[in-house]
Nanobody, 123 residues
Framework: VQLQASGGGLVQAGGSLRLSCAASGGTFSRHVMGWFRQAPRKEREFVAVINMSGGKAYYADSVKGRFTISRDSAKNTVYLQMNSLKPEDTAAYFC?????????????????WGQGTQVTVSS
């Protein structure tokens, strides 16, 4: 299984970015995929997660109302639309694949990880 994350970049505060995470090498209809982020010298923290079959989603309080996770099951791809970005959203963003029960918010519940994609929000 491989996860390929993309879409990061540099944006001004208040701007938007959309991250993508494409999964390959398996079937994922019974899995959930999530996004985490890790800022320098901080622990990797949960951002959002989505159920690949039904599309049910769950968010960290810090991004609720600003970020939207979605999926294209036919493409095995998950998206993270990030609006109203703040400097504190600056981090490397990682997508992960979990087969844990809903809703996995701990790093240890994810089996596969993509490489990080850097998001930098300037003030």
């Amino acid at each position: 299984v491989q996860l390929q994350a993309s879409g990061g970049g540099l944006v001004q505060a208040g701007g938007s970015l959309r991250l993508s995470c494409a999964a390959s090498g398996g079937t994922f209809s019974r899995h959930v995929m999530g996004w985490f982020r890790q800022a320098p010298r901080k622990e990797r923290e949960f951002v959002a997660v989505i159920n690949m079959s039904g599309g049910k989603a769950y968010y960290a309080d810090s991004v609720k109302g600003r970020f939207t996770i979605s999926r294209d099951s036919a493409k095995n791809t998950v998206y993270l639309q990030m609006n109203s970005l703040k400097p504190e959203d600056t981090a490397a963003y990682f997508c992960g694949l979990s087969n844990s029960e809903w809703a996995p918010t701990r790093r240890s519940e994810y089996v596969y990880w993509g490489q990080g994609t850097q998001v930098t929000v300037s003030s």
